[in-house]
């Protein structure tokens, strides 16, 4: 390569090319961490273009929902044996695909971006038990309504009420098809005379009711939001700070009130483990605190798995800094028995509760008032694992069941001699399981940090073996040519 070049000059070449990577290893272990910090940053960070931004604006991560009926199977059976128990058949699953999309965005000066949420979902019958035609009894949830609003109406209007009761309602739904009861909706007259009762508490949007009429599409029925990017600092990434304009819901008191957490797809990238983790779903209003339980591992992915725990839906009967879940005066809480949360400020006033399927975690006697239930905990547990140092969700089983409270009403025939139960309406399942694809590209994010690392040793290395072969060489040569000539030899 240099053949021409003095001795001189190949021992400066070699000792210079030495001491540039051993500065260059050094220079590397020394600016690598901010370097590598400020690259996972870029891509982290929700803005234009970076990869995390892609993966928000629509969910890459192949998502599924879960629906399960509860088929009551012996309602006449109660008129006959007031000690009877309503007793359920579980139907299911019914399997959607679910996608989220992030639609209407405006950036913030405040490092905020403000957005709605478009869902999408599409019926695949290879993946469900049944199909959408499938028969559902189980109670009349717009009757149910009607009277639990009018409930405490004047006395003498109470007959002409459950005139309109009778004539138009029912106790029950007989063989509903799922269909109707999921995105079709089911059409009553009573929905028009609660539309029209002047109630503050009471503000019905839709003309028919199903669990997801008017949701399928749609960019507002989630609300808006307002989320935290990460631009400055990727710790607080994901949090949202306001819901439909505010960061308070308005539905509850102190802490419970305030709008918490993440919409549970991104969460703050950390270099530390959280002991909890607290995400925010719309669908109830509320946010939900998942503990830290024990380490897992996907396509050699480290990370930590969150559940819900007893914690979630007490309302201050095992856990007092939970009582402002109550909604009751504060001296009459808590007015639940722990394990179901009333739902009923995020439902339109209706007497709605959410709990973990099959009253799993709740107090017994939810349970006991019914049959057919089985609660377990590897059907019915609530939980996400993350990669903390990157916040990528690694598996998601979100669970929750709606319940609607049946209890005697004075005044309506349908109400005067029913027990006093939660009746398990439906429940639901969201999974998500990261894919290996993406999981390759979370690799390449958590090897950063090392990587400069692992380079800088290389070139330290190469450098130091070329300064020790140099040195070796040099000596060696300095021995030979100083070497002391014997004297006979000098004088010949």
Known sequence: MCSTCTDFQKKFISLGCSAFLILLAIALGVLWPSMSEQVLHNKLVIKNGSSNYDNWIRTPIPMYLEVYFFNWTNPDELKSNRSAKPHFVEMGPYTFSEVHERVNLIWNDNNTVTYEQRRTWHFIPELSKGTLDDQVTNLNVITLNAANFLRNTYSLLKPIIDLFLKADGSLLWKNKPVRELLFEGVKDPLLDL??????????????????FV??????????????????????????????????????????????????GELWPATSYVPPNITLFPSD??????????????????????????????????????????????????????PGVFNASACKYGSPTFVSFPHFYLADKSYQTAVTGLRPNQTEHEFYMAIEPSTGIPLDVRAQLQINEHLRPIKGFSFY????????????????????????????????????GIYVAVFFGSIGIIMTSVFL?????????????????????
Not at 194 to 204: F, R
Not at 288 to 295: A, D, H, N, V, Y
């Open 194 to 211: 609660l539309k029209t009762i002047n109630s503050t508490e009471l503000n019905i949007p839709f003309d028919k009711f199903g669990w």
């Open 284 to 337: 109830i209003c509320r946010s939900i605190t998942l503990q830290g339980t024990e380490q897992v591992s996907l396509y050699n992915i480290q990370g930590v798995k969150y559940v819900g725990d007893d914690r979630v839906f007490d309302n201050g009967v095992k856990y007092p800094e939970a009582s402002c879940w109550c909604n009751a005066n504060p001296a009459k809480c808590p007015d639940l028995k």
């Open 416 to 451: 005067e001699h029913v027990p006093d139960v939660m009746v398990p309406m439906i429940w639901f399942r969201q999974r998500a399981t990261l894919t290996q694809e993406l999981a390759e590209q979370a690799k390449l994010a958590l090897a950063l940090p090392s990587l």
């Open 472 to 492: 070796f060489c040099s000596i060696k040569k300095w021995s030979q040519n100083t070497e002391q000539v014997p004297y006979e030899e000098l004088q010949n």
């Open 214 to 263: 008017g949701r399928n599409l749609s960019d507002t029925f989630d609300g808006t939001f307002t989320m935290k990017t990460g631009a400055d600092g990727l710790a607080g990434m994901g949090f949202l700070t306001q819901w439909n304009g505010s960061p308070n819901t308005g539905m509850y008191r102190g802490k419970c009130g305030q709008v918490y957490g993440t919409s």
